[in-house]
């Protein structure tokens, strides 16, 4: 992973979304997914990790 990674969480209530984007994010070297969350109050909690 490069130095300047961009780090997202991804957050939808719809897994297969959430895994299809995963996938397509794991395509660029600079974007690292951290955390998914399937609800608003998960993200938050997920984020605070």
Known sequence: M???SIRILLAD???ELRQNIK???S???SI???GEA???QEAI???KI
Do not use: C, Q, T
Request: cysteine-free; glycine content about 4%.
């Open 23 to 25: 996938r397509l994010l």
């Open 2 to 4: 490069p130095a300047e």
């Open 32 to 34: 690292e997914v951290v």
């Open 45 to 47: 909690d997920v984020a």
């Open 13 to 15: 209530d719809k897994i």
């Open 38 to 40: 399937s609800n608003g």
């Open 27 to 29: 395509f660029e070297e």
